[in-house]
């Protein structure tokens, strides 16, 4: 099976990969804008440069694939609307399949009850999957909280917030609920996402064993560290403030994608069904304290 990974020198591309290489025969080419700078060591991955945006030169690297794992989001733009990004993203890969041999999509989006008022970025992200199910491909959605390991925004967020104060001022959403999930488990059920053998499309809802709150997380992660941590509650943050925090102690490459997902911290974001057990029973999160790095 030939594999695309659009995305795949990101966070969770880079992780999908090493798991692809290690536990399966299947031929894996990573396809980002800047393919000419990565380099990886099995001779079963090759790295091609296309941008999403580029119907044409996606066609031309999705023409002999069998699936395509799409792992990218707009959050980073700063010269448009990422909203509207990402959804043209969404419609040109749509496009690009077309007379491929792509007949599975498997997207990576975020948790959030559709009957909610959801932020921008959910709402993106759910759009994103009902734009990508107009494809004639069968379209695998699954849909996570903060996946948990080394290089993710929103874990290193936390981290460096933890690190840097030893006093957190909480806001409101501080005791908003979240199901966190290791990046192994979570690339655990990309993987095994190929091998369903129905050709229905599916939404598929993940997370760790537990539903939290973010100061629980928090100060769970304090404790893991050995850090002394002390939280005082705060009645309203408004947006520009948390966008200021996040400036002043967050790492600066994250910072401008953590701006846009503030506004997400009001949802809860946790596992309402039971689809993700009955389709990958294999697969048992690990709790909280195993995915900490």
Request: charged share 20%.
């Amino acid at each position: 099976m030939k594999i695309a990974i659009i995305g795949g020198n990101g966070y969770i591309g880079s992780s999908l990969i090493r798991r692809l290489t290690e536990e399966t025969e299947h031929t894996v080419v990573s396809v980002s804008q800047h393919a000419e700078n990565t380099h990886y060591d099995s001779e079963r991955v090759s790295a091609k440069n296309a941008d999403i945006f580029d119907v044409n030169a996606m066609h031309a690297v999705l023409a002999d694939c069998d699936v395509a794992y799409y792992l990218v989001h707009m959050m980073g733009q700063t010269k448009r609307n990422f909203v509207e990004a990402e959804a043209d993203a969404a419609n040109s890969l749509v496009e690009a399949v077309k007379e491929t041999s792509v007949t599975k999509i498997i997207f990576l989006g975020g948790l959030g009850n559709d009957s909610e008022h959801l932020s921008k970025h959910l709402a993106s992200r759910h759009k994103t999957g009902e734009l990508l199910r107009k494809s004639d491909a069968q379209v695998i959605e699954f849909r996570a909280s903060m996946v948990i390991g080394k290089g993710s925004a929103s874990y290193d967020i936390i981290a460096n917030l933890v690190h840097k104060l030893p006093i957190l001022f909480l806001p409101v959403w501080a005791k908003t609920l979240t199901q966190p999930i290791g990046l192994h488990d979570a690339v655990s059920y990309l993987v095994a996402s190929l091998s369903l053998k129905d050709t229905k499309d599916h939404t598929v809802e993940i997370g760790g064993p537990e539903a939290m709150t973010y100061k629980n997380l928090m100060l769970r992660y304090a404790r893991w560290k050995k850090t002394k941590t002390w939280s005082i509650h705060v009645p309203f943050v408004p947006v520009f403030v948390a966008s200021w925090w996040l400036d002043s102690f967050t790492p600066g490459n994250h910072a401008k994608v953590g701006k846009v997902m503030v506004e997400s911290l009001a949802n809860p974001m946790i596992v309402t069904n039971q689809k993700s057990q009955k389709l990958f029973p294999q697969i048992e999160p690990h709790v909280i304290e195993d995915c900490f790095v």
